[in-house]
């Protein structure tokens, strides 16, 4: 029977070796699992199939997992390393497992009761034959379903591109063995659990059904909040109420996604091209985290940054491989052209306008589809920074999206609603010599036909891009630690208005853009695009370059801004000559008697301030620490440590950093420790020294955030001239004097002198008390601020400030 079975299998490898290509999940199973291979394993698949099995081990074998048609041999005994759960006949109809698994499973366990140190792990894994989940109101059930033989061939042709093999986390048989000890039902324990686990895998992995547009329509059209709407139009617009029905109609269908299936495997294979053809590598860290959320059924919100197009097709893509349903997107109403537009739709693209306001109608019907979606359990992703990042930081969150997911979760929401912060960086984005242009002054283009055509002329190799799927944030936990009150349901319509719900709003928004920027992905390109642009000159010596990047690597690795975070695994050198093999990353070399200067061609430097940006949040306060060691060459050490404190409300509110009162003095010691460990500082009875001999790096450390502090100063100067200034008046009157400083001094950051970083600004020193309610500035509080900020920047650049905020109050 073995012979004729490994015959089978034999002739069944064969074209499956050309029809189904090898897709496990995750990718690196051995690390992602925490598996341990020391100990045996055993194989789960959810039924009885040869055509599984052959895949299951292919998949196997390529990723290092042991191999499934191998046997376990322990203590003398021989066992199958694989089981089948169900006998095949249908979809765990069958009330109990197949007696042969059970009976295999008791003997594994009477191993462990006899052996303290024996851990078998149990790794449940099952094939998914295609993905599409069906549509609303079809009687067949999806394509993830129990095959026939003839089905399964055809599936391996139609599909076998798009299966995949799901590992799961491991179950611990020693773990089993002591919680239960001698229960004789504990096989059978086992594989009732392992029924439910795939269960719910086949929902994570399909969705519910797709939804029928028009019976959504309809359904959305007897939502009492939208009838409201419609009576609202009739009366306040004067129109006929079949007019106004016409006019819901059209914003449905402007609004709506058309999801389809097939096209989603279209744009699969064009994704797969695309990255091809763009990156050299995606790189993708803790998807273990959604994966785990979409089996514990929650509904999911993805966040991510926004710093290209590519975004929403690169998330969505990754999610698709990572055995996962692509969300529904909310996506600008200007990417809504021919012939994109449609394929975008068909893609799960819904459509918003940048404003709702005085439409109260559109406003309704957004709000109660966004909450459909979310009552029917699809899975949503927007950008909650409304648009994409210029500067290539983050920006200020914008919070509608938000306040209407905080809305649906008090509409009888079934499903916990889970939001998953996402961190997207790349090594070069497509759009950034237009932002460059925009941030010059250059009208922004509008999307169109044309210019698609023109960013794929331009498709080259553009390096690596990184995905980072941050902490979750569930929404109900952290309205029940901080707004207990939320429960307590009011109208629909009022919600917005209850006393807790703005700042709910506000302080998840902000939680969220924390937990991106700590999920960060540190990479040879913002690394060198650092060290050089703290450089006056844009250049380096080779030997001073890698020096550097050495400090900053084992600075990271040693004083970690946060467990999410990702750093690069080249050496310094290897980074080096990595980013001389990028195209367009304006690395010139020039040779003189002492060796190679490495520096950045002027416009390339302006550029190369974006991704600077991606990472400056984490060097912000080792470069701050810096910066004040830099400029007193003798401190104490308490003395560093208050005034960082002092100035750090400033930086968390600008660069959304995590840290609370308690880990911010642990981290500014731990920065002190490392600097000093380094060689950099030298610390002696409390007294922080410069080390002379090491004065290059630390310079090159401070530069991190002398161009913030500098822009500091010039709104306090402002206010100091002129306590009581108009707020706008104070946001012109601050970029204008950043515009002549950076012509000046040759400040090649576009974000110098972008309005919104200065808006922030005011914002903070408003909240901390430096601006009353009346808009009148707090001198002496001022000046104390000021007089740090005068110590860390350089006496020719305060001088140029002063000159010009008086010409200004002239």
Known sequence: MSFLLNLYRQALDFPLSFLVKNNPIPQHPIDELNLDLSQPVVYILPYTSQTDFVILRRNCLSVGLPDPAEHNDIAGKSLPRYVFLDKGNSVFRGKTAKKETINIFNQYLDLHRKDPHLNVQIIPASVLWGRSPGHEGSSGLPKLRLLNSLQKMIAAIWFGRDTFVRFSQAVSLRYMVNEYGNDPKLATKLTRVAKIHFSKQRISATGPRLPNRQAMFRNLMQSPAVLQAIDDEIRLKNVTPEKAKREAYKIMDEIAANVNYEGLRLADRFLRWLWNKLYQGINVQNADRVRKL????????????????????????????????????????????????????????????RSFKGNRLYATIFREYLAELFYRGYSVEYFIEGGRSRTGRLLTPKTGMMSMTLQALQQDQRRPISIVPVYIGY????????????????????ENAGLVIRVIKKLRKLGKAYVNFGEPISIANYLNQHYPEWKEKGEAENDARAPWFSSAVENISNKVMVHINNAAAVNAMNLIGTALLSSRQRALSKEQLIEQLESYQDFLTNVPYS??????????????????????????????????????????????????????????????????????????????????KKLYPFLQKELFLRFNEEELHAYLEAIITEFERQNLIQCNANILTLNKSHVRPLQLWSAGVREILQRYNITISILQNEPNIARADLEKNSQTVARRLS??????????????????????????????????????????????????????????IKSAVETIHE
């Open 427 to 446: 090594e070069h984005v497509i759009e950034v010599d237009t932002y460059a242009k925009e941030l010059r002054g250059a009208e922004k283009e509008k």
């Open 294 to 353: 979409a089996l514990e059924g929650h509904e999911i919100v993805y966040i991510p940054c926004h710093r290209s197009h590519i975004d929403y097709l690169l998330l969505s893509y990754l999610l698709y491989h990572q055995g996962l349903v692509p969300p529904h997107i909310a996506a600008g109403i200007n990417l809504n052209f021919w012939p994109v537009g449609s394929m975008f739709r068909r893609g799960g693209a819904f459509f918003i306008r």
């Open 743 to 800: 012509i000046l001094h040759g400040i090649n950051a576009p974000e110098f002198f972008d309005k919104a970083v200065f808006t922030n600004f005011i914002n903070s020193l408003k909240e901390q008390g430096y601006i009353n309610n009346q808009g009148i500035a707090d001198y002496r509080k001022l000046s104390s601020l000021s007089t740090i900020l005068e110590h860390v920047i350089s006496t020719e650049v305060t001088l140029t």
């Open 563 to 644: 467990q999410d975070m990702t750093l690069p695994q080249e050496t310094p050198a290897e980074m080096v000559e990595y980013a001389f093999n990028l195209d367009r990353m304006g690395l010139l070399v020039e040779k003189d008697n002492f060796g190679e200067i490495i520096r950045l061609q002027r416009d390339a430097a302006v550029l190369m301030t974006y991704y600077r940006n991606n990472i400056q949040h984490i060097l912000a306060l080792p470069s701050l620490v810096a910066s004040l060691i830099l400029h007193y060459e003798a401190i104490q050490k308490d003395l560093v440590i208050d005034t960082a």
